[in-house]
């Protein structure tokens, strides 16, 4: 009983403990806070692309592209699922931007059609408009085929309507006529003036006054560079390169060729500066990024450590709790097992103590019979032994064989196969050398292994010390060490 307890126990802390291993947050929060890391990658991207640094804004959306990709969708309930492949949607078509801006038009085509599933299952109808019109462009840049040009700006344009936005619709069909009909410059022309004076798109007057100059209507031209000025600081470097450009080419339609010389040359020095402070910014940007980049790097693998230390602690705290534990209750079974041979060896000793009494009482009703014989004899008279005092005398012991290996047996029992070990381990111990080990267990004195054996004192002295030969003759007292060693001390 005791044995399947300590059984039952071990195992379920083992199956505790593999519970408890996996750490105490679960997938589904873990999860959660990585939407939430990612979603902030994402903003921190964009805003970085929406002021030029493309290489901060390709970092950011970089690590929120890996974040997301590495949430499992089966942690996340159906909103935030929804929520992670619309912002993943997001942050490809952001990708593919970035990868636009530096002419990697190959690497930007792939990002936008990434993006396209996503964005379709989001209904994100202004982005998927967008996403459309930009694959049909990277095709262009690419020497693409121009049916598929075309069927992308059909789709973007289709977008555009369903979302209701006419803005939208107009810019596509600018790039639609820009790249697919050059020839119509007329209608190219009316809708950049309707994104520029009706929408308010500042920057289509850098198309009206290109295409107007391709006309030769160098007055028209002039008027509509006045209005190409900038709405947003983020792009006032831009205007201003655009403007002294268009300005020079104006110039050399008037006439003024010297003038337009000056500027392109102030342009042209405008541009040196700008590399060498653009060098600046990426190498410094670089670096700034590759240290960022290698901080967390270290703090991720300096959180994973001290998770994996706190797990180790915990694992070893929890198997020294069950060490414990299963000493305890082995110390507990020994001690009761103890109990329970000592029990059964007192059992024993008080079956064979009543076996010893009958022993004596037949020892003195023999020795008085004897005497009153021998009394008889003296006076004369021939009296002849009873049969059962003569069958008496023959006896070599008071205990038959029987008795004694039933005896034998019983302890045998009792302690756990201890006799028998005893004979296995020390072979050389004879019938009468485990006689004497048997009543030695049981508690048995010299006068009382005397009687039971049917032998004088002396006899029983000398069977000790041959058991203690045979046993180890370093053994001082041969009677404690036979109590231990069946009792396991």
Request: glycine letters at 4%; hydrophobic letters at 35%; a negative charge.
């Amino acid at each position: 009983m005791l044995e399947s307890k300590v059984v039952r126990l071990v195992g379920c802390g083992l199956i505790g403990l593999l519970f408890i291993l996996p750490g105490c947050h679960s997938s589904s929060s873990k999860a959660l806070k990585q939407l939430e890391l990612g979603e902030q990658n994402y903003k921190s991207g964009t805003s970085s692309n929406y002021a030029s640094h493309y290489e901060e804004a390709v970092y950011y959306l970089k690590q929120a592209e890996e974040i997301f990709l590495d949430i499992p969708s089966s942690s996340l309930s159906e909103q935030m699922q929804a929520k992670r492949d619309k912002l993943l949607g997001l942050t490809w078509f952001h990708l593919g931007n970035c990868s636009e801006s530096e002419m990697l038009y190959e690497i930007a085509n792939e990002y936008y059609r990434k993006s396209v599933p996503l964005l379709e299952k989001s209904s994100n109808l202004s982005y998927l408009a967008c996403a459309y019109r930009d694959i049909a462009r990277t095709i262009v840049l690419t020497d693409g085929s121009q049916d598929s040009v075309l069927w992308y700006f059909d789709r973007a344009e289709e977008c555009a309507r369903r979302g209701n936005s006419e803005i939208l619709e107009l810019d596509i069909k600018a790039y639609r006529y820009q790249l697919c009909y050059p020839d119509s410059v007329e209608r190219r022309l009316a809708v950049c003036r309707r994104l520029a004076e009706e929408f308010g798109a500042p920057m289509r007057y850098s198309e009206i006054v290109e295409l107007l100059l391709a006309q030769h209507q160098t007055d028209s031209a002039a008027y509509y560079l006045e209005r190409l000025q900038p709405k947003d600081s983020s792009y006032t470097y831009w205007y201003e390169q655009s403007y002294t450009y268009l300005q020079s080419k104006i110039l050399v339609q008037q006439g003024k060729p010297g003038e337009a010389y000056s500027k392109l040359l102030e342009l042209y020095d405008r541009k040196i500066e700008e590399l060498r402070r653009d060098a600046g910014t990426r190498t410094y940007a670089l670096t700034l990024h590759y240290d960022v980049a290698r901080e967390q790097q270290l703090a991720q693998e300096a959180q994973r450590e001290r998770e994996w230390q706190r797990r180790i602690s915990l694992v070893l705290i929890l198997l020294l709790i069950l060490s414990a534990v299963v000493m305890v209750l082995l110390w507990l079974y020994w001690q009761q097992r103890k109990k329970e041979q000592t029990a059964a060896l007192r059992a024993l000793q008080d079956k064979y103590a009543q076996q010893l009494q009958l022993a004596l009482e037949r020892l003195k009703q023999k020795v008085n019979l004897t005497r009153e014989i021998e009394l008889q004899r003296l006076r004369g008279n021939e009296p002849e032994f009873p049969k059962w005092l003569q069958t008496y005398r023959d006896e070599q012991l008071t205990l038959s064989k029987e008795s004694l290996d039933e005896l034998i047996q019983s302890m045998d029992t009792a302690l756990d196969g201890a006799i028998s070990r005893l004979r296995k381990e020390y072979p050389q111990l004879t019938e009468s050398d485990m006689q004497f080990a048997i009543l030695s267990i049981i508690g048995a004195s010299d006068s009382d292994m005397g009687i039971l054996l049917n032998v004088q004192k002396q006899t029983i002295y000398h069977r000790r010390q041959i058991v203690r030969k045979h046993v180890n003759p370093q053994i001082e007292d041969i009677d404690t060490w036979l109590h231990r060693y069946v009792l396991g001390m």
